[in-house]
């Protein structure tokens, strides 16, 4: 089944919603794929997956989350399409007013009918579950970016969505912390969850992600599996090599 479909899509910026920065975006995001997404610096990663998240409209073209065609507008419906998808900022994008404990239940809160205790109760085992256990109660700016990106991760996944999208997370961590979060991410991809990871350095994804795609001249190309990688000779896949 198609989790994610993009058909002639014009992706616009998320701080310039005037401005396309990627044009006639086709790609099919398949349910349990793990994809790795690439490009340099300022060529719309974090749009696209702004994008596939149902968080910015598209500004041509035609995207579907599980079939359902996600336009402008807030209907029932297209909530619970969006819901599907469970997306990881870069740096975790937390609210600084509240604990941790509470951006992370917050989605309870609104979209599961479930007690404030409940919704607490929850959010403490996804803290758990990302290593945060003796930070619930701390606010967002009393803890490092390295903390804030793992509560974002438990926010994510506090709806149990179907497919993750991540911003860049490996981006600035040291090998430990960034092998934590493969090994996670292998984890939950072996549960059938989708992913998808926009990365500026594919060598920790090599032997994980299955698809990989790179974003280069506005223009999303699709490069294939891991085992095509080797055959491609696209020279920005190398750069992301770094061969």
Partial sequence: MDALEMSGVDVVSLRRPDTVVLHDVNWIVQEGDYWAVGGLLGTGKSDLLATAAGLVPVAGGVFRIYGKEIAAGYEQDLIEARLKVGMVFDG??????????????????????????????????????????????????????RLQQRAGLARALALRPKVLLLDNPLSGLDPREALWWLT????????????????????????????????????????????????????????????
């Fill in 92 to 145: 975790g994008r937390l609210l600084n007013h509240l604990s941790v404990l509470e951006n992370v239940a917050l989605p309870l809160q609104y979209h599961e009918n479930l007690t404030v205790a409940q919704c607490h109760d929850r959010a403490a085992s996804l803290l758990e579950m990302a290593g945060l256990a003796d930070y619930t109660s701390r606010m967002p700016g009393t803890i490092n970016r």
């Fill in 184 to 243: 996670f991410l292998d984890q939950l991809s072996g549960t059938g969850t989708t992913l998808v990871m926009a990365a500026d350095d594919f060598r920790p994804l090599h032997g994980r992600a299955r698809q990989f795609a790179v974003l280069k001249d506005r223009r999303f190309l699709a490069l294939g599996t891991r085992e095509e990688l080797g055959r491609h000779s696209e020279p920005l896949l190398r750069e992301l090599l770094h061969d």
